[in-house]
């Protein structure tokens, strides 16, 4: 029996699909962790498929990928070095698993299945997996080692079976994605938890980002009287050894590493630059390109793409027209010599007047209102993804969620791209995002320190430039309010009779849940882009296109439905 266990916390960013890759960077850490005396590498759920793997988990050639995978790296512990705790998707007699495997001595030493299934929000594994048993835990050289999966943890009962059972150490290996205040959630939730048992508790969080999810790691390790003992970095790759020793009959945990985390507009900020520079080096892109309006929402986002990827892999255009301002033409030009980042002028005035002059005869007899407006979008649209086309780089749209939210957006316009890093952010968390990083350079950034967004861009007023003297405010109400009631609508899902309670105008709550409802047919053809808020357009809120529901403003009282009740027992 041991009094030691070292245990490395291996918080690195698998890729989904890349079963080979995935594998490699395993035998990377592992040899890392036997450098430094490791008795068992844990990472995080799932990780040889990568997360989340979706439907590709589906697939028999996939599965049989991760099930090789496995047993070449079990084999691989045969050679005395550390054991290694790895996730991937189990096929049994009950079906396909979310499993965690020990590997020791050269096979498959224990499996653990994930009982608890989440399926809200992002999350649709009950679409895939089938749920384990209550798990017990397993003997590893000595010590009773539990290992409750993600979402196991956050419901007493997995973790409490662990303990019944004669487990002393929890390993939670985890995909928890990031959303703003998601971090307290975890501690409030893995403190109840070692508060209910007594037991030492350490929690791995997968790293790096995956379509429009982001996984920040922060991992940690909470000793068994609930304090924190360990705390990994976020938004960056660690492999942390954790010291645990049996001193009177319980296991504690040698405090070490206190990384200190990023928290609200920092790790906001930090959630996107992650999602962007994954999505754009994992899909391979040679780098991006955008339109530089002179607006914030673009210099944000070229600050985001500087940062991620470093200024020569970013490729700004200003599209002028002529409605476009002497101040945009001026604030653009400073905002990329700020990120030292190329910077092209292409007039559209040519384009955008052929096709007033060719639609013409077709429009004879209409005035001018914003199909017009349109074109100059969709010209815009057009010229960046012919550069994209003809030299690689991606397209990154610029629209903020305040815009996604009401429709205030061109399809096949200010649209086009490839991803959006901003799409979750309110127009009010863009300018607070603004402002925070011309204060600060963010942790690992690849861009200038200083202030990389002209201050006039952030205090004018915002405006499209479609058409003369135009200000946002035109047609939408102060972003403040705007902002105010959208949260309201979107993420808290209140009724409008309830956010009127809280001083809002009805007549304008009104008008914005009937704009919120009628642009989601721009939201479902929107590029996909990082998930900030707790509910962000695509993988947490799904509605329907066609949807004739309209809030009645009321107070509503739910009839009395009579139901029929069988006077026996009925058997189904």
């Known amino acids: 029996m041991t009094d030691r266990l070292l245990v490395a916390l291996a918080q690195i960013a698998p890729v989904v699909g890349d079963v080979a890759g995935n594998l490699a960077k395993a035998r990377a850490a592992r040899a890392a962790a036997a450098e430094r005396g490791a008795d068992l590498v844990l990472f ?12 590709l988990v589906l697939k028999p050639a996939f599965h049989a990928a991760c099930m090789t995978a496995l047993t070449d790296l079990a084999a691989d512990t045969a050679d005395g070095g550390p054991a290694v705790l790895i996730g991937l998707p189990w096929r049994d007699a009950d079906g396909l698993h979310n499993t965690h495997a020990l590997l020791d001595a050269g096979k498959i030493a224990a499996l653990r299945h994930k009982v608890d299934l989440p399926n809200y929000g992002p999350f649709d594994e009950k679409r895939v997996f089938v749920p384990g048993p209550l798990p017990g835990p397993f003997e590893f050289r000595g010590v009773r080692i539990g290992v409750p999966i993600c979402e196991d943890i956050w419901g007493p009962a997995p973790v409490a079976c662990i303990a019944e059972t004669g487990g002393e150490i929890l390993l939670v290996p985890n995909a928890s994605p990031y959303r703003a205040g998601v971090l307290g959630e975890r ?18 969080n997968q790293l790096g980002g995956q379509d429009e999810l982001v996984f920040e790691g922060a991992s940690f390790a909470l000793d068994a009287d609930g304090s924190l003992a360990v705390q990994l970095p976020a938004f960056r790759e660690a492999l942390e050894v954790v010291e645990l020793t049996r001193r009177d009959g319980r296991w504690r945990v040698t405090p070490g590493t206190r990384a200190e985390v990023e928290t609200g507009v920092a790790s906001d900020y930090a959630a996107c630059v992650l999602g962007l520079r994954d999505y754009v080096d994992k899909n391979r892109f040679p780098g991006v390109v955008l339109g530089l309006s ?109 815009e996604m939210s009401v429709g205030y957006a061109t399809l ?137 529901f309209r809030d009645p403003g009321r107070p509503v009282d739910l009839p009395e439905v009579p139901v029929s009740r069988p006077s026996s027992p009925v058997v189904v």
């Not at 995080?44 to 439907?55: N, S, T």
């Not at 040519?350 to 914003?370: Q, T």
């Open 412 to 548: 096949y316009g200010d649209m086009n791209g490839g991803f959006n890093p901003i799409k979750d952010l309110y127009k009010t968390e863009v300018y607070a995002a603004a402002a925070w990083r011309n204060a600060n350079r963010p942790v690992g950034s690849l861009g200038p320190a200083g202030v990389v967004i002209p201050e006039r861009i952030i205090t004018k007023a915002p405006s499209a430039e479609l058409r003369e003297n135009q200000t946002d405010q035109d047609s939408l109400p102060p972003y403040d309010i705007l902002d105010g009631v959208l949260e309201r609508l979107v993420e808290k899902e209140m009724a409008v009779v309830d956010i009127v309670a809280e001083g809002y105008d009805e007549a304008l709550v009104r008008r914005i849940e009937r704009l919120l409802y009628v642009a989601e047919y721009k939201r479902r053809q929107a590029a996909p882009g990082v998930k900030i808020t707790a509910r962000n357009f695509g993988r947490d809120r799904r509605y329907p296109i066609t949807n004739g």
């Open 44 to 55: 995080c759920e799932l990780f040889l498929a990568g997360y989340p793997p979706e439907d």
């Open 187 to 204: 501690f409030a939730v893995a403190t109840a938890r070692v508060a209910a048992v007594g037991l030492p508790l350490l929690y791995l």
């Open 294 to 402: 002179g607006g914030i929402d673009s210099a944000l986002v070229a600050a985001m793409a500087v940062d991620a990827l470093g200024a020569p892999r970013v490729h700004a255009v200003m599209l002028p027209y002529r409605w476009t301002s002497s101040d945009s033409l001026e604030d653009a030009a400073a905002c990329a010599d700020a990120l030292g980042i190329r910077y092209d002028v292409v007039p559209i005035g040519v384009a955008v007047d052929g096709f007033e002059a060719l639609l013409a005869p077709v429009f004879a007899g209409r005035a001018a209102d914003i199909t017009e407006e349109n074109l100059q979008s969709r010209t815009r649209g057009t010229i960046l993804m012919a550069i994209s086309n003809k030299f690689g780089p991606m397209v990154l749209t610029t629209g903020n969620k305040s």
